[in-house]
Nanobody, 116 residues
Framework: QVQLVESGGGLVQAGGSLKLSCEYS????????MAWYRQAPGKARESVASITSGGVTAYANSVKGRFTFSRDSAKNTVYLQMNSLKPEDTAVYYCNADDFAGRRYWGQGTQVTVSS
């Protein structure tokens, strides 16, 4: 059962924008924190942005001021608005959800490629 589905990735020129979406299943109960991670070729997966159940957001220094994490609970969807994209933002972006029981859920990932 697919519980997190990302969309919105693609190819964009440096300086451009993309908006990623992640629709999560209602079967994931008691979500504590949701986050966006990314993994570039040859690199470890890293956290990009997160949002708590209380709506508090946090960002990696590398994306602060450029990326915005938002949530539409009515649509069971979270978003990552990415502006002023740089080639170093190129990666597969993953949506993540952690529930209060400690279970971790991942989406399948969506590719973001930023050309110089």
């Amino acid at each position: 059962q697919v519980q997190l589905v990302e969309s919105g990735g693609g190819l964009v020129q440096a300086g451009g924008s993309l908006k990623l979406s992640c629709e999560y299943s209602r079967s994931i109960l008691n979500i504590g924190t949701m986050a966006w991670y990314r993994q570039a070729p040859g690199k470890a997966r890293e956290s990009v942005a997160s949002i708590t159940s209380g709506g508090v957001t946090a960002y990696a220094n590398s994306v602060k001021g450029r990326f915005t994490f938002s949530r539409d609970s009515a649509k069971n969807t979270v978003y990552l608005q990415m502006n002023s994209l740089k080639p170093e933002d190129t990666a597969v972006y993953y949506c993540n959800a952690d529930d209060f029981a400690g279970r971790r859920y991942w989406g399948q990932g969506t590719q973001v490629t930023v050309s110089s």
